[in-house]
């Protein structure tokens, strides 16, 4: 079964950091570019940033640009997110999502047609 | 980056038709044809429904049609059924190399 788990989620003060994973299992994941997409309570989805099959091509929404760094190891089928000068607006619920083709070469630029069921973050003093 | 332009809600009754907009810019929905569309039940992920501005993924129904015609992207629902009431989010690769997501309409079965 294809499947994506996300965990790291937790509650953290206004300023802190937080290193989120997502675990694929089900398909080749080192052929697939993969995003991050962050849903506060009650709202929309937003996307918050993309990297291709490799590595070697990463993207950032403004909102997270220069806090969040985005990473992948493919021999351990895993995607990251670390999460640094976390904000309240940061709170949500933070999805793992695969791009629906294979090699993608621009972050963001695909459909995502597998989701985790996410894991939450709360920033609160 | 601004989100795409939703309405907030639409409604219909079983079996008509009705449609979603997506407005956005030059910059996004009229510059790519990389708008995609998903659906979003209470407490779930989102599901693609739409990508490429008018292809279904295997599995979703051919009552899901989707299209683009300058700045808006548009979903149409046809013979709509009561499984369809929930949240539907447009999204579209940007000149930034980000992708955005629409505003979000809440679809309700009369």
């Known amino acids: 079964e294809v499947q994506l788990v996300e965990s790291g989620g937790g509650v953290v003060r206004p300023g802190g950091s937080l290193r989120l994973s997502c675990a694929a299992s089900?398909?080749?994941?080192?052929?697939?570019?993969m995003s991050w997409v962050r849903q506060a309570p009650g709202k929309g989805l937003e996307w918050v940033s993309g990297?291709?099959?490799?590595?070697?091509?990463?993207g950032y929404a403004d909102s997270v640009k220069g806090r969040f760094t985005i990473s992948r190891d493919n021999a351990k089928n895993s995607l990251y997110l670390q999460m640094n000068s976390l904000r309240a607006e940061d709170t949500a619920l933070y999805h793992c999502?695969?791009?629906?083709?294979?090699?993608?070469?621009?972050?963001?630029?695909?459909?995502?047609?597998?989701w985790g069921q996410g894991t939450m973050v709360t920033v609160s003093s | 980056q601004s989100a795409l332009t939703q309405p907030a809600s639409v409604s219909g009754s079983p079996g008509q038709s009705i449609t979603i907009s997506c407005t956005g810019t030059?910059?996004?929905?009229?510059?790519?044809?990389?708008v995609s569309w998903y659906q979003q039940h209470p407490g779930k992920a989102p599901k693609l429904m739409i990508y490429?501005?008018?292809n279904r993924p295997s599995g979703v129904p051919d009552r899901f049609s989707g299209s683009k015609s300058g700045n808006t992207a548009s979903l149409t629902i046809s013979g709509l059924q009561a499984e369809d009431e929930a949240d539907y989010y447009c999204?579209?690769?940007?000149?930034?190399?980000?992708?955005?997501f629409g505003t979000g309409t809440k679809v309700t079965v009369l």
């Open positions: 999502a695969r791009d629906r083709n294979v090699d993608t070469a621009m972050p963001g630029s695909d459909a995502f047609d597998i």
């Open positions: 089900g398909f080749t994941f080192d052929d697939y570019g």
């Open positions: 990297i291709n099959w490799n590595g070697g091509s990463t």
């Open positions: 030059s910059s996004d929905v009229g510059g790519y044809n990389y």
């Open positions: 490429e501005v008018s």
């Open positions: 999204s579209s690769y940007t000149s930034s190399s980000t992708q955005v």
